[in-house]
């Protein structure tokens, strides 16, 4: 092998080396993390899934009153109050009947 093939050599297995270790803390405080949430989720210290906010808000005040302009062809979800295409039966949303 020549000189300029070893040099590469040795600097891409540094450069790896080097990056291997800056990601060991990072993978094992993820692994820690994810040991500690599961002791957590086990003693109901904690809820196994994570509220979603947009969800719980209930529908907009704008379907209560009016009905939005919508362009031709589509249809507002009585629920949430996604635009969705005439042709579908549920929302692309939440999932519910139009």
Same mark, same amino acid.
């Given at each position: 092998?020549?000189?300029?093939?070893?040099?590469?050599?040795?600097?891409?297995?540094?450069?790896?080396?080097?990056?291997?270790?800056?990601?060991?803390?990072?993978?094992?405080?993820?692994?820690?993390?994810g040991?500690?949430?599961? !002791?957590?989720?086990? %003693?109901?210290?904690?809820?196994?899934? +994570? #509220?979603?906010?947009?969800?719980?808000?209930?529908?907009?005040?704008?379907?209560?009153?009016?009905t939005?302009?919508?362009?031709?062809?589509?249809?507002?979800?009585?629920?949430?109050?996604?635009?969705? !295409?005439?042709?579908? %039966?549920?929302?692309?949303?939440?999932? +519910? #009947?139009?």
């Amino acid at each position: 092998m020549s000189l300029p093939a070893r040099l590469y050599l040795l600097v891409i297995t540094v450069l790896l080396l080097a990056a291997l270790m800056i990601c060991i803390p990072v993978i094992v405080n993820i692994v820690r993390e994810g040991l500690d949430r599961r !002791e957590q989720w086990r %003693a109901d210290e904690m809820e196994m899934y +994570s #509220p979603d906010p947009e969800f719980e808000a209930g529908p907009p005040a704008v379907l209560d009153e009016e009905t939005p302009d919508l362009p031709p062809g589509m249809v507002a979800c009585p629920y949430c109050g996604a635009t969705n !295409e005439s042709g579908f %039966a549920y929302c692309g949303r939440c999932v +519910s #009947p139009i």
